[in-house]
């Protein structure tokens, strides 16, 4: 079946740390990948997207690499803020189905 | 540009009473989603709509729940009787149709319902 698999959190990071948070896919086909953002009491804002293999989608300083030999989509920034403290899900999209399928997501807390 | 706006944002009913919500999509977007987010967990699609037709309700608990979009713009998804499980943050989102960028959905704030 298809579904998204992400890291455990939460994640607690110092600012301007090294972020990645790991991501892995099952699904038929090839589908298009996304990361969406979660700020506290609001909904998911769309971070970046990539819609082929070898692709990297990137967006306020995030990026992810969509890498189809390990059926990953890792998305990493270099150095974060206190802002960015949210919780991040990755989510594929079945052509097929014309649906979006979430990870279970990550909560990811910056200290100052 | 306006993006998806839900009303009402928050929601307190007792068990067994009904309770609906308000979506309104992003102007031009023909397909409308509604998932369901439990606690801590992603979102999980309960219907999509492609103008005013529901093409994909397999997951929406016909028991209880409803939905309607009767001109292909606003939509309500209702639940009667709620439940204490129906606690949860229900979200709509809009995009395109398809071949013209559906897989890029938009997400409202969500209305966040909580059953006593």
């Known amino acids: 079946g298809n579904s998204v698999t992400q890291m455990e959190g939460p994640v607690t990071l110092s600012e301007e740390a090294f972020l990645t948070i790991n991501c892995t896919y099952t699904?038929?086909?090839?589908?298009?990948l996304f990361w969406y953002v979660q700020y506290p009491g609001e909904g998911l804002q769309l971070l970046l997207k990539a819609t082929k293999a070898d692709d990297k989608g990137s967006n306020k300083g995030f990026e992810a690499t969509y890498r189809k030999e390990t059926t990953s989509f890792h998305l990493e920034k270099g150095s974060v803020q206190v802002s960015d403290s949210a919780v991040y899900f990755c989510?594929?999209?079945?052509?097929?189905?014309?649906?979006?399928?979430f990870g279970q997501g990550t909560r990811l807390t910056i200290n100052p | 540009e306006a993006g998806v706006v839900q009303s009402p944002r928050y929601k307190i009913i007792e068990k067994k009473q009904p309770v609906a919500f308000w979506c309104n999509p992003i102007?031009?977007?023909?397909?409308l989603y509604w998932y369901l987010q439990n606690l801590g967990q992603g979102p999980e699609l309960l219907i999509r709509y492609e103008n005013e037709e529901a093409v994909d309700d397999s997951q929406l608990p016909k028991d209880r729940f409803s939905a309607e979009r009767l001109k292909g713009v606003d939509s309500t998804l209702k639940i009667q009787p709620a439940e204490l499980g129906d606690s949860a943050v229900y979200l709509c989102?809009?995009?395109?149709?398809?071949?013209?960028?559906?897989?890029?959905?938009?997400f409202g704030p969500g209305t966040r319902l909580l059953v006593l």
């Open positions: 102007s031009g977007h023909n397909t």
């Open positions: 989510a594929l999209f079945i052509q097929g189905a014309q649906k979006l399928v």
């Open positions: 989102a809009s995009s395109q149709g398809p071949g013209q960028g559906q897989e890029t959905q938009y």
């Open positions: 699904a038929t086909g090839y589908p298009s």
